[in-house]
């Protein structure tokens, strides 16, 4: 009975940390399986401007329902009888709900960048996406236009030079 009720505990210690491992993180290099092999849009540019912005976390219930499974487990290994034991789990259900989905807002909210892109042949353009290749004012960047748009990288290409204009 004592080792039933401690696979219960690890049980329901072990679910939020395994819902937690298993969000990805926000990242311009992931992709969603639908944009494998998906043709895209391309053109240059050159950002011109920054701004750190903060990305709100989600709350699909997923977190809420984890914890609320979990601390209804948790919670029914606490009392004696059967009545004790049956308001420890409909307790330790709405907390563990309500701490599970605080636990999903703060695992999917992260930062960002407001990028503005001077585009090559077009106008302005203002994209949010993550940091990690350390973009700065003046890098010339590839801006893919697929599923999302993202930028990337593009120090060997300069901008085209500019086409004659018609004579008056």
Known sequence: MRFRRLSRLTLALALP???AACVPANSNTTVSPYSVGTAG?????TVVGM??????GTRTGVGAGVGAVSGSVIGSTIGGDWRARTVAAVAG???GGLAGAGIEEGVTSGQAVRFVVRVDRGPDIEVVQ???IGLRPGDRVAI???DRIRLSRADNVFPAPMAPRAAK
């Open 93 to 95: 259900g709405l907390i």
């Open 17 to 19: 940390v395994a819902l």
């Open 41 to 45: 849009i391309v053109s240059y540019g």
């Open 51 to 56: 701004t750190p912005v903060q990305v709100t």
């Open 130 to 132: 993550t940091n990690e």
């Open 144 to 146: 893919s236009q697929g």
